[in-house]
């Protein structure tokens, strides 16, 4: 890059960083001014403004500052006071954020649960939140009957639509849609609790994660400035709304500035570019797996003809980010790393293909807080030196995640409602005796100009024959091949081996070449990284934010007894894979394939 080239990207990136202060400068644990202040100053500044468009129908600021109004001086009605919890249950739609938004009002923290959840995982969500109160959609009627006698204390459920519970639509109709007085949020401030916002739950139950009012502000405008967004864009959030990334940050950056919110019940691959170029979309809200699932897709009339100009997400490997680019002709995306709960967060700025984010010179002073350690992958544990203290990892070197715990907003750590589950993530006397810091649980690398890249997740990546395998390497490689649509990596131990071996579970689109197979992949990876074993799924196991699930693919393993799907093994003396058969499977285990 030439010396003019440098010089207008840093200067580029200076505008940027100012831009981002002017949004997110005076967010504060101790400011009285919050997310219910947020709202209704934007409402006050965009009345006639449509809010949102869900289909086929619009919503004004006013509108929208209404019904949430009714929603607050409903849950006054309840008896419900500053600080009580009511479980949100419901499905996309803009009555969603009208009754958080509203709840936060009253000064009340929601709980935003998995629509999508069931059972023991769905009370499990509600009752550690200790939930007060319930309110659900019309699509929840069954699921919610069916978990009543797992909730603790019986909470009243009030359905919008549905037919469980008492009528809310028809309650809410006999309430002010002005706003309630302020005084019922008085004396909270930014280090205060706003959201319960849960994880993923890919290891087991989801974890509940404390989100203060200054983190959901810090959420809600993070993402202005880097997408450049004004009063004439219009953010098409097909994301759930339960989650952070489409339900914090994607409605912030529309609601924060005068923006419309285009928003889906679900996301729909082949419903997207129709939505994007009738309803003028302007900005997106990605994951990773989503790009990857238009970019599968067949070719659309229309995804070349949309007024997309940027957007922002996370999770965008590498290998799908360029051609997404280039196939739908979008010029600008902004990668970025963080979590709902943590306190490490970095953006792209300026849409360097693979980076997540980028600390240059002459802003380190600025990222103390974040720090990058030497791992050992065998004992999931930072590397420590002789004085017992964590080592830094080199440039370009992987290594994990930490975050300094302290009190300024970017620096905290709310933790979860689980006192084990906070404590894993805390890391002690890392650069001194005392010190506290907060384990992402991911390894990156930083290299000689500052860009941030994405290595793996933490037990993803695994040892074999000695090296380190990242899963995220591997299913990069195998989603290149053709015919392969999705790659889902993991590690399986193999009885009388070191280590764990590498094992597939992939979906797939047309014929692969099976026999072929394992020399396009020898060609892409280093032979250690080859995985021994392929799973082919009618569909990929994943999340509601399609996060891949591995647990159960892990105790599955490549026992042909457990897995009824094709299952294919390397072969090591043929150099080729093989379908698994029961003698292939007892031969394995008396150790007569020499990997």
């Known amino acids: 890059m030439n010396p003019f080239a440098i010089l207008a990207r840093e200067f580029r990136y200076f505008q940027d960083i100012q831009l981002l202060g002017k949004w997110t400068g005076d967010i504060s644990p101790d400011s009285d001014f919050l997310v219910a ?36 001086n409903w849950a006054i009605a309840q008896g419900l006071k500053a600080g009580d919890c009511i479980s949100l249950f419901m499905e996309n739609r803009p009555e969603y954020v009208a009754a958080w938004a509203g709840f936060s009002k009253a000064g009340l923290v929601t709980a935003l649960i998995n629509h999508n959840l069931e059972g023991d995982a769905l009370a499990h969500c509600v009752n550690i939140a200790q939930t007060r109160l319930i309110v659900t959609g019309a699509e929840q009627d069954e699921t919610i009957r069916a978990a009543m006698d797992l909730l603790q204390g019986t909470p009243p459920v009030w359905s919008l639509g549905g037919h469980f519970g008492g009528d809310l639509g028809g309650a809410l109709e006999a309430f002010s849609d002005k706003r309630p007085d302020r005084k019922h949020r008085a004396g909270l401030l930014g280090k205060d609790l706003c959201l319960y916002v849960y994880t993923s739950g890919t290891t087991g139950l989801p974890k509940a994660a404390r989100l203060t009012q200054a983190r959901t502000q810090g959420m809600m405008r993070s993402f202005i400035a880097p997408c450049r967004i004004t009063p004439k864009d219009k953010v098409y959030v097909t994301l759930p709304l339960y989650h952070g990334t489409g339900g914090l940050c994607g409605i912030g950056q529309a609601l924060m500035t005068g923006a419309t919110a285009v928003i889906r019940r679900k996301f729909s691959a082949s419903a997207f570019w129709d939505d994007a170029v009738d309803e003028g979309v302007t900005s997106i809200v990605y994951i ?13 009339p229309k995804e070349r003809a949309h007024h997309i100009r940027t957007g922002f997400g996370n999770g965008l490997r590498p290998e799908v980010w360029q051609a997404f680019l280039d196939r739908f002709n979008i010029p600008h995306l902004c990668e970025f790393y963080g979590s709902t709960e943590g306190n490490v967060s970095f953006l792209n700025f300026d849409g360097k293909v693979g980076a997540v984010g980028r600390i240059p010179g002459w802003l380190k002073s600025q990222f103390k807080n974040i720090a990058f350690v030497k791992f050992d992958i065998e004992t999931e544990q930072p590397v420590r030196g ?11 070197e992987p290594g994990e995640a930490l975050g300094l715990i302290g009190d300024d907003v970017r620096q905290r750590f709310e933790g979860y409602n689980d006192q084990k589950a906070t404590e894993k993530k805390l890391l002690r006397d890392v650069f001194g005796k005392g010190d506290l810091w907060f384990r992402t649980g991911d390894l990156l690398r930083m290299d000689k100009d500052g860009y941030i890249y994405f290595v793996d997740r933490i037990g993803d990546t695994f040892r074999w024959k000695g090296e380190n395998v990242s899963t995220n390497e591997v299913g990069e490689a195998l989603s290149q091949i053709e015919g392969i649509k999705t790659a889902n990596v993991y590690g399986v131990p193999i009885p009388g081996t070191d280590g764990k071996a590498g094992m597939a579970a992939i979906t797939v689109e047309g014929d692969v070449d099976f026999a072929g197979l394992y020399k396009a992949l020898d060609a892409k990876l280093p032979s250690y990284a080859v995985p021994i074993f392929i799973r082919v799924q009618p569909e990929a196991e994943t999340t509601g934010t399609f996060k891949y699930r591995k647990v159960e693919l892990v105790a599955d393993g490549f026992d042909p007894a457990k897995v009824s799907e094709p299952l294919w093994m390397l072969d090591p003396d043929e150099e080729r894979y093989v379908l698994m058969s029961p003698a292939r499977y007892d031969k394995l285990l008396a150790g007569g394939y020499k990997y």
């Open 288 to 300: 990773g797996e989503l790009c990857r699932y238009l970019l599968n897709s067949p070719p659309h």
């Open 37 to 72: 202040d947020d709202f209704e100053r934007a409402v006050d500044a965009f009345p006639d403004n449509i809010a949102f468009r869900f289909e086929g129908r619009s919503m004004t600021y006013a509108q929208f500052d209404a019904l949430a109004s009714r929603f607050a």
């Open 386 to 396: 002789p004085d017992g203290l964590c080592i830094r990892a080199e440039v370009d």
